[in-house]
């Protein structure tokens, strides 16, 4: 099996700080981040226990190529991707919540919708749709940010109420998440791909709002296939899809939905291998290039360089 990089804990000269997310090590500095994707994979909001091998190449490599093709229209906090598994950039200060958005009824919403809510988020959904039906129109539906634990949703109006995010802010957060919702869907389309469902995060750097973290990955995002959507829509079948929700469904599968007691399974090797199979599969398609493995031969020792490179 392939190397993989679970984490990592690097010191170098001028860090002030190091944060551990659910997949990535974020150094920090005093003007700028180092982000490492490491291979981790989380699921439920926890990180499960095996890395996968490439993920984070597959990760920080879909989202340099979205941000970039993205920055004409919304700024981004990226100034260099000095390796496949390394994004530096401005330091922003975050916003508490992350900017979900749906085209379609698919994972989260569908589970609620089949609940009997018809209300998520605060946004009405109509009566007699169907898992994976397209929505009237893309809806946001925020979740809080939390620094540990489950995001929860949250509402606009709760939102504002709180104070997390002031209403001249939210308006542009809500206008960015829109524009690139549409640009992400259409680049998708370009690959023969549906853009489902996404996230995006925002930050403030003095007082310009900035796109952050990554974009438009199966991390944080969902495809379905075009080719066929509606056929299997029609004869209410599973759709063709290319994202985390397999990984999910799987520990779903096996008793665990990150409920408290739950254990989380065992992941065997062969299912370790293709989890990084369908990651490589989604980077081929939805990019258009091959993907190349980074090589093999102290793979850390490479990161840290890369990130000292551009101190």
């Known amino acids: 099996m392939s190397a993989a990089i679970k984490e990592t804990h690097f010191q170098f000269p001028g860090q002030i700080g190091f944060y551990k997310g659910k997949v990535r090590d974020v150094y920090i500095f005093e003007d700028k981040l180092a982000v ?14 095996r890395a996968i ?59 609620e919708y089949k609940a009997g ?6 946004v009405a959904l109509p009566d007699g749709l ?25 509402s606009k109006e709760e939102i504002l109420a709180k104070g997390i995010v002031s209403p001249e802010d939210y ?37 310009e709002i900035l796109l952050i973290d ?22 209410g079948l599973p759709q063709k899809q290319l994202s ?17 007691g739950q254990s989380v399974p065992n992941m065997p090797d062969d299912f370790v291998n293709q989890i990084s199979e369908r990651y490589i599969e989604l980077y081929e398609k939805i990019t258009g290039d091959k993907f190349v493995k980074s090589a093999n031969n102290d793979l850390e020792k490479s990161i840290e360089t890369a990130i000292l490179n551009q101190l």
């Not at 169907?130 to 929860?152: C, V, Y």
């Not at 985390?244 to 408290?260: P, S, T, Y």
């Open 130 to 154: 169907r898992e994976n039906d397209k929505l009237p129109q893309p809806i946001i539906t925020p979740t809080t940010k939390a620094s540990e634990g489950h995001d929860e949703d949250i």
């Open 36 to 49: 490492v994707a490491s291979d981790r994979i989380s699921a439920f909001d926890v990180v499960l226990p």
């Open 244 to 260: 985390k929700e397999f990984v999910r469904q799987w520990l779903i599968q096996n008793g665990f939905q990150g409920k408290e």
């Open 117 to 122: 809510k018809r209300i998520l988020c605060g």
């Open 214 to 235: 990554e974009i438009h990955t199966p991390d944080s995002s969902r495809y379905f296939y075009a080719e066929g959507y509606e056929a299997l829509q029609e004869a």
């Open 53 to 111: 091998p490439h993920k984070g190449q597959v990760l920080n490599q879909i989202a340099a190529k979205f941000l970039q093709a993205t920055a004409a229209i919304v700024p981004n906090w990226v100034t260099s991707v000095p390796h496949p598994q390394v994004t530096v950039g401005k330091k922003c200060e975050p916003f508490k919540v992350e900017m979900v958005i749906r085209g379609y009824l698919a994972g989260h919403a569908a589970r």
């Open 171 to 207: 308006a542009v957060l809500e206008k960015y998440t829109h524009a690139l919702f549409e640009k992400g869907s259409q680049m998708a389309l370009e690959k023969g791909l549906i853009l489902v469902d996404t996230k995006y995060e925002f930050g403030k750097y003095g007082d």
